[in-house]
């Protein structure tokens, strides 16, 4: 494996620190509608974590690389940037032509905690 994907798995692993059951809040401004955004984005969150767990074990790697892609492009956008960090990174892992198998099971499995501390921020009135 290359310095680059020993980096990369180095800095998943202190964005998901297995230690850290905090949640993840949206930086998105709560109001009405941007709480139903992210409760969208959350209820699909949960089917890229399934689908991801599920092309991870079964070594498609196509079909991971889509929900990596998927979470990437997303997360940003509904104000979940470390998801969009963590999963840019976890393609790279999962590009590099020397990571071992062990390496994008970490890269996923960390980006995967992430995700589920993943919460709907308290709406006020």
Not at 24 to 48: A, C, K, M
């Amino acid at each position: 494996m290359t310095d680059q994907a020993d980096k990369d798995i180095n800095i998943l692993k202190s964005d998901s620190d297995d230690n850290d059951h905090s949640s993840i809040y949206s930086t998105l401004p709560v109001n009405r509608e941007s709480y139903d955004l992210i409760v969208f984005f959350i209820g699909e969150l949960q089917q890229h974590i399934e689908k991801m767990s599920v092309s991870l074990h079964s070594n498609n790697l196509r079909d991971l690389s889509h929900h990596l892609h998927q979470i990437k492009g997303a997360g940003g956008s509904f104000g979940f940037q470390i998801l969009t960090d963590a999963a840019e990174r976890a393609e790279q892992v999962l590009e590099e032509k020397s990571a071992r198998d062990s390496d994008r099971v970490k890269a996923v499995d960390s980006l995967i905690c992430l995700c589920k501390r993943v919460k709907a921020p308290p709406v006020s009135e």
